[in-house]
């Protein structure tokens, strides 16, 4: 059964905004000899300016977009997060926040408005988004919800000089493009994107870029280690992403003194290379319904790969950060007192209880987002160990 057949159907609008985004991919293909990587596929189908995915006006959160987040799900979620930040808060002035991908806004507002119950509140909320839709929509978001606050809320178009203070990203990672590589037992290879019979196919070339040739060679021991000698070598197909490396080495420039805290679904290096992940993590979502077809209505569905957390620790250790702490959303959640901020909000045993222990439920719950998500934080100039690693740290698998 086709996708078409199985996923809801777009309407006439949404079918013309993605037969515009189609022609120019095809264009840029063409330009490019017939052939692209799919980095460059993927960045523009999320990103290119008023077409991709996240720079057109169509909802992408909650029940009527693709993809609930962990904020859509439940304030407890940001105000939780929240604590963490007063302890990085009580150790640094000035004292900061730099939230990117901010989404519909929520988390910054759950964490504004928990920062300044307990006097912790960040000389400014600096948001870097890439959308400038989604900008527009946070911006008219904190004007009716906090507007006592907009004085400290600050909208960037391209990250600082310097900082000091927590640096968040939630579900920003897995959204980065990446390169899409195959490993066979001779060589190593590229899947990019050609045109072919009217629409997206995929084709393999030579590696022409010197940094992912390098990475994909680092990566060999990981995708042969596990594979089973008396069996002839089967191609191995999984993602790199350098945009992610780029990005951590640019944050580790800016930041003077603080903490990056990093919420996304992934996994280490042993696990995410791991034979029986043959095919990579990708994955794409359009209308709360997952599948594996990135070329399914360009610029009407979100395209992510799972992050591998040990490139993290490879940046930090090359860009003079610290690793903090590594730990499930769960053990981090658990650790910053979620229960705690459960019952501060709402008497045991009401309507209200019940509903918001069943949100707790799905942020902790390892059938949810409890253990697929994991929290990493890494850092300068920080000596005191953050709450929200207390236990479960998972460092060693990194």
Request: proline share 4%.
């Amino acid at each position: 059964m086709s996708l078409q057949t199985t996923l809801p159907p777009a309407d006439e609008n949404a079918l013309s905004h993605s037969r515009a985004l189609t022609l120019l991919i095809r264009e840029k293909i063409h330009n490019a000899g017939g052939w692209i990587s799919f980095e460059q596929f993927m960045n523009l189908a999320l990103y290119a300016p008023g077409l991709g995915y996240y720079n057109s006006g169509a909802t992408k959160l909650g029940r009527a977009g693709d993809f609930t987040t962990a904020p859509e799900t439940s304030s407890l979620f940001g105000r939780t997060l929240a604590r963490q930040l007063m302890q990085i808060a009580e150790q640094l002035n000035p004292f900061n926040i730099l939230e990117f991908g901010a989404g519909s806004g929520q988390l910054a507002l759950d964490i504004l408005l928990t920062l300044e119950q307990s006097g912790h509140l960040p000389e400014k909320y600096l948001i870097l988004e890439v959308s400038a839709e989604l900008r527009e929509r946070q911006r008219n978001w904190f004007l009716e919800k906090i507007p006592h606050l907009m004085s400290r809320i600050e909208f960037l178009q391209q990250l600082p000089v310097q900082f000091s203070g927590a640096i968040l990203a939630n579900e920003v990672f897995d959204a980065m493009p990446v390169h899409m590589v195959v490993w066979q037992q001779d060589q190593i290879l590229e899947r990019g994107v050609i045109w072919q019979n009217e629409k997206f196919a995929w084709q393999d070339h030579s590696i022409q870029d010197a940094q992912l040739l390098d990475a994909a060679r680092r990566l060999q021991p990981w995708i042969a280690g596990d594979h089973d000698s008396n069996k002839a070598f089967q191609p191995y197909v999984s993602e790199i992403s350098l945009a992610a490396r780029y990005f951590l080495k640019s944050l580790s420039q800016v930041l003077q003194q603080g903490v990056m805290l990093f919420i996304d679904y992934g996994f280490g290096r042993s696990e995410y290379y791991h034979a029986q992940r043959n095919h990579g993590t990708l994955m794409c979502h359009y209308r709360h319904h997952a599948h594996d077809d990135p070329f399914y209505l360009p610029g009407l569905q979100d395209i992510t790969s799972h992050v591998d957390f040990s490139a993290f620790v490879d940046a930090a250790n090359s860009n003079g950060l610290d690793l903090i702490g590594y730990t499930t959303q769960a053990h981090f959640l658990m650790n910053c007192g979620i229960t705690e901020v459960l019952i501060q909000s709402a008497s045991p045993g009401s309507v209200n209880y019940l509903s918001q222990a069943n949100q707790l439920q799905k942020l902790v719950s390892p059938a949810e987002m409890g253990e697929l998500f994991k929290v990493i934080a890494l850092g300068k100039r920080i000596s005191e160990p953050l709450i929200g690693f207390h236990r479960g740290d998972r460092s060693r698998l990194l």
